[in-house]
């Protein structure tokens, strides 16, 4: 049973359009986590949060931006969507540092 | 800046037989080490977590071993089953690590069982 929820699973979306990929989770953890895989490669960090009103920039530049209004929901969001966004976006969430850290299912997105 | 390694990059073995995973980390002074399994287009599934205090952690047909001191994590997967090809990766939690106490993965092995 997942605690962290990605939605949509899939999107396929034509170049120029603004898009919003949802997190949420239902633990209460204040550190939530954007990587992203392209296919067969390494995750690389693109934005993390250690709670509300809190957003910081990872390892991996990324035209995408972040929210944290609420605990529980980490959107990610880009505004204009180019054929070089495609790639899987997984989100996480962690509690205490001795915590693991939880994903979700992961979103497949690919810009035509 | 920590530095996760996993060997091999890819593992292909027949069913039934008992393997080891490996992955070597830089800087010892980790939180934790996590073990996840990563199928093709998917997420990644949590298997085993370690605390830097703990040596091992079983979980069913997975054993997962931490050596701080040389920097080693092994994971051992007893009686491999088709249902375990998947891609293996480890990553040690420290402080100051990406996204300043996240996670540093290594790039993982691909396991295939062979029927």
């Known amino acids: 049973e997942a605690d962290i929820y990605q939605t949509p699973r899939y999107l396929v979306i034509g170049t120029g359009k603004k898009i919003t990929l949802e997190c949420s989770q239902t633990m209460g953890h204040d550190k939530m986590y954007w990587y992203q895989q392209d296919p067969g490669m390494e995750l690389h960090l693109i934005h993390y949060?250690?709670?509300?009103?809190?957003?910081e920039k990872g390892d991996l530049s990324s035209e995408s931006t972040v929210s944290r209004i609420r605990t529980e929901h980490f959107p990610l969001t880009l505004e204009s969507a180019r054929p070089s966004h495609t790639s899987q976006y997984l989100c996480?969430?962690?509690?205490?540092?001795?915590?693991?850290?939880?994903f979700g299912s992961g979103t497949r997105l690919t810009v035509v | 800046k920590q530095e996760v390694t996993q060997i091999p990059a890819a593992l292909s073995v027949p069913e039934g037989e008992n393997l080891v995973l490996n992955c070597s980390f830089t800087d010892s002074a980790i939180y934790n080490l996590q073990w996840f399994r990563q199928d093709p287009g998917k997420g990644l599934t949590s298997l085993l977590l370690?605390?830097?205090?703990?040596r091992e952690q079983t979980s069913g047909r997975l054993n997962a071993s931490l050596d701080k001191s040389s920097g080693r994590s092994t994971l051992y997967i007893a009686a491999s089953q088709p249902g375990d090809s998947a891609t293996y990766l480890c990553a040690a939690s420290q402080p100051g690590g990406g996204g300043a106490d996240g996670l540093t993965f290594g790039k993982g092995t691909h396991l295939i069982i062979q029927p």
């Open positions: 949060s250690y709670g509300v009103n809190s957003t």
């Open positions: 996480a969430s962690r509690g205490p540092p001795t915590y693991g850290y939880t």
């Open positions: 370690i605390q830097s205090s703990q």
